[in-house]
């Protein structure tokens, strides 16, 4: 059986609406969902087994509100298995299933002076610093995706006016991919700054691009857990990354509840993309 048809079998009428990967720290969404049933990745052919971690692997049908909801708890990166097409029988499954939404949640570290351990930012643009593409090796047409507002500006305002609804401040910027696993270097943070980054991470980028691919709409939001490589005297590691995630836990976690609560009446549809 097909990843897909293990899901259709477990939840037969279960529609989906938004589709949501949960990087590091918001792994404890569901918890504060109706009706959630959690799928093993290992039970799912193709999606990825789990290998960081602060990295669950398991999908999840919950509700939130009316709202039907698909949460990746786990994501493949480039560095695990130098594929940068991991996520695609993952993502496939969620336009399949029929969600027109994707939210990219991730950890990542801030460049800009005023982005420090537990800001948010949303995802305006990315900057693709790997030379690798999940669309390698992909026959047809359909492979050559447009990627201009590739992150939804309807998307954006939404979570800006809930974000300000609670008091959180919303930075907005351009997210660089870097393969990984490593840090980055001085020098490459230095670089990434000029040409236009306001945080960097390896992960979400290939998602997007398989996303927009697939004709779903997609949403960006980094969870920033450090300031990037030379911008502090701290020395970066993965406990790092998943303490300082725990900062911003709680509010991402009510502004994601907030945006898919608020999609099921209808404020997520629009450009129809
Ligand atoms: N660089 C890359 N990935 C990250 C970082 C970083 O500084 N922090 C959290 N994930």
Redesign the pocket.
Known sequence: MTALDVIRARRPDFKPSVAVVLG?GLGGLAAHMDEAMAIPYADLDGFPQPGVSGHRGQLVLAKAGDTRVVLLEGRAHLYETGKADAMKVAVASLAALGCETLVLT????GLDADMGPGSVMVLTDHLNFTGQSPLFNEPGDERFVDMVDAYDPELRRRLLKLAAGMELHLHQGVYAW?A?PQ??TVAEVRAAGILGANA???STVPEVILARHARMRVAGLSII??K??GMSEFT?SHAQ?KRHAALATDRVQQLLLAFLEDYGNGHGKGNGA
């Open positions: 590091s991730n950890a990542a570290g870097f990984g840090f980055e960097v991470g390896m857990t450090n990037a490589a970066l990354t």
